[in-house]
Each structure stands twice: as C-alpha cells, then as structure tokens.
C-alpha cells in the first residue's frame, strides 16, 4: 500500500538556523499538506498546497515558513530562523482529486530546536 | 472559541465492550468529518469519514454525524487492547474546504 514518506524523522537544530523537512506524497495524489503537533497538543493544520501553489495557510504559517514542490515527487517545509516554540512534530499529508478530503499523513519529522 | 471538541478522556472500557467517542464542532458548514487514529509518537491514522447524515459502519467501527446537532460519533465495537489510542475527531468544509480542524482527542484504554 502506497505511503507518504518523511525526512529526516528527527531534526535537531539550533535557535536562529533554517532547517528544511521533506515528504514524498503518495505517487497519485496532489494534494500536499503540512501539519505540526506540539507535544502533548493537537495537530494543527499550516498550509495546503495544490497545482504548485498554495491554496490555504492558518495564521501559524507567517513569514517564517515557505513550501515548494522542487521536482515532481518530494514537497518541503522550509522553517527559517528557528525558534524554541518551532519544537514539533511536524507532519506531511497528501490526498487524491475529488470532493473527498481523505488526507493520508507520513510518519512525521520530529523538530527539536536548541 | 474552539472549534472542534471532544471528551479528552482517558476512556477507559473492558475488553470486547462498546467504546463510544464524541465530537461537537462549531462550523455549520462544515461537509466532511473524520475519525484518526493516534497511537503515542505515531503520525495519524485515517479509520473513517462521513459526509452524510447518519450512520456510516466499517468493520467494528461506525461513526455516527448529526449536522443539526453539529455532532459527530465513533462507536468502537468489540475494543481489544489494540484499539487502545487517541483518536482525533477532524472536520473541514465551511469556509474553508482544503482546511482540515483537529480537536484535541480523546484517549482510549481498553483493559484486556
């Protein structure tokens, strides 16, 4: 059964530097989503993305974050400038076309910020 | 204001009981609701959606979705220590279809 896929599954990292968390969606969806659980808290949605731009963001996803789609399989989450309350587990989603929002998540990238 | 909420729990039921998990939201029009699964440092696990009102069954599992009382329900049949998670109520639609609200979970334990 096709997966969604992340890396790395654990990021540690530095107050102030910029890390990038990748997924590769299931090969037939094209729907792209990011999410990040706090520990201990629920998951919050950041941005979705489709046709290689983005369709909707929360008010989490400022200036901070960006998305791409660099090639035609891995979607990214680039974080820049870290800061401590960034510590999450941040995870990617993908779905097919269609009126039914079915979201499949990969196994999540874990963030630790230092 | 929250936005989707549920009983955080811990629910605690005996092997082979009837679980049951409840989920209010506050968006009316939201169209399309979920069920995951969450088991501890594990990402979450798609078990059901429905669109429709009523009951919507798969296996041991059936959700149940009021919209007039913006309800939403998971029994769990037959739990087994398995079963024992968090499980995520989600909604999306309304205003913003391609948004997917999570609440916050309620813990399950099923003692064997």
């Known amino acids: 059964e096709p997966e969604v896929t992340q890396t790395p599954s654990h990021q540690v990292t530095q107050m102030g530097q910029e890390v990038i968390l990748r997924c590769v969606p299931i090969?037939?969806?094209?729907?792209f989503y990011w999410y990040r659980q706090i520990l201990g808290q629920k998951v919050e949605f950041l941005v979705s993305?489709?046709?290689?731009?983005?369709?909707?963001k929360s008010e989490i996803f400022d200036d901070q974050f960006s998305v791409e789609r660099p090639d035609g399989s891995n979607f990214t989450l680039k974080i820049r400038s870290t800061k401590l309350e960034d510590s999450a587990m941040y995870f990617c989603?993908?779905?097919?076309?269609?009126?039914?929002?079915?979201?499949?998540f990969g196994p999540g990238t874990r963030l630790t910020v230092l | 204001q929250k936005e989707v909420e549920q009983n955080s729990g811990p629910l605690s039921v005996p092997e082979g009981a009837i679980a049951s998990l409840n989920c209010t939201y506050s968006d009316r029009g939201s169209q399309s609701f979920f069920w995951y699964r969450q088991y501890s440092g594990k990402s979450p696990e798609l078990i059901m959606s429905?669109?429709?009102?009523g009951d919507k069954e798969d296996g041991r599992f059936t959700a149940q979705l009021n919209k007039a009382s913006q309800y939403v329900s998971l029994l769990i049949r037959d739990s087994q220590p398995s079963d024992s998670a968090t499980y995520l109520c989600?909604?999306?639609?309304?205003?913003?279809?391609?948004?997917?609200?999570f609440g916050p979970g309620t813990s399950l334990s099923v003692i064997p």
């Open positions: 993305f489709y046709n290689n731009e983005i369709s909707e």
């Open positions: 429905i669109y429709s009102n």
């Open positions: 989600a909604v999306n639609g309304g205003t913003s279809y391609d948004k997917v609200i």
């Open positions: 090969s037939n969806h094209l729907y």
């Open positions: 989603a993908s779905r097919r076309t269609g009126i039914i929002n079915e979201q499949f």
